[in-house]
């Protein structure tokens, strides 16, 4: 089984709706990271959560929330999706220290009409 | 700012082909660089990463990277391409704040029989 997956895998839904992301991890990390990946703009931080009760802002979080339900799941919500937030989002893992390294989840495909 | 830099948006070569990817960061102190390959449809998988000592890094799959202090670069190397490296490429860069990871705008390889 993966160490990192999310659900849904694809999603597509109309502006103005609510949407949430789910990731979850078996991998026993501490943090984890929501990731959205556009054409020609790689990948950009969303939120990222050290533990369950610390959650920060990466550098696009507007129009975007999270939250951090347990040490292994991490939920990004869309409270009412606008067209330009259809993107490739990954979730992400790493451990505590300074190894840095980060396990991504298979992403979610989202496209908002 | 932390700042990660692929200049090469695409690059073609022939099946058997070397390969060199390049990548130029913009950090303050020795950085933690990465190497990331995004196939189509799936998440990202790590190649191979530098944190310090030997500046010449073996990764999976055959590929190697440079660290190069004087040029501010990490560029990817493989003495001969298979069809399945086809995918995308990203650089990055491990920050010591935040523990937050930097991306380049990614460079896709196409692998020509």
């Known amino acids: 089984d993966a160490d990192v997956t999310q659900t849904p895998r694809n999603r597509i839904t109309k502006t103005g709706k609510r949407i949430m992301l789910e990731c979850s991890q078996t991998k026993g990390h501490d943090r984890m990271y929501w990731y959205r990946q556009d054409p020609g703009l790689g990948l950009r931080l969303i939120y990222y959560s050290f533990d369950v009760k610390d959650i920060n802002k990466g550098e696009i979080s507007d129009g975007y929330s999270v939250s951090r339900q347990a040490q292994a799941k991490f939920s990004l919500s869309l409270e009412s999706a606008i067209p330009n937030q259809t993107a490739l989002y990954f979730c992400?893992?790493?451990?505590?220290?300074?190894?840095?390294?980060?396990?991504f989840g298979p992403g979610t495909r989202l496209t908002v009409l | 700012a932390q700042s990660v830099t692929q200049p090469d948006i695409h690059i073609t070569v022939s099946e058997g082909a070397s390969l060199e990817l390049r990548c130029n960061y913009s950090y303050g102190a020795t950085p933690y660089l990465f190497w990331y390959v995004q196939s189509p449809g799936q998440g990202l998988q790590l190649l191979l990463k530098?944190?310090?000592?030997?500046?010449l890094v073996q990764g999976i799959k055959g590929f190697e990277a440079e660290f190069k202090r004087s040029q501010s670069s990490f560029n990817l190397r493989k003495p001969s391409v298979h069809w399945s490296d086809a995918a995308e490429y990203f650089c990055?860069?491990?920050?010591?704040?935040?523990?937050?990871?930097?991306f380049g705008t990614g460079t896709s390889l196409t692998v020509i029989p």
């Open positions: 990055a860069v491990g920050a010591f704040t935040g523990n937050q990871f930097y």
């Open positions: 530098y944190f310090s000592g030997d500046t």
């Open positions: 992400a893992t790493s451990e505590t220290g300074d190894t840095y390294e980060q396990f």
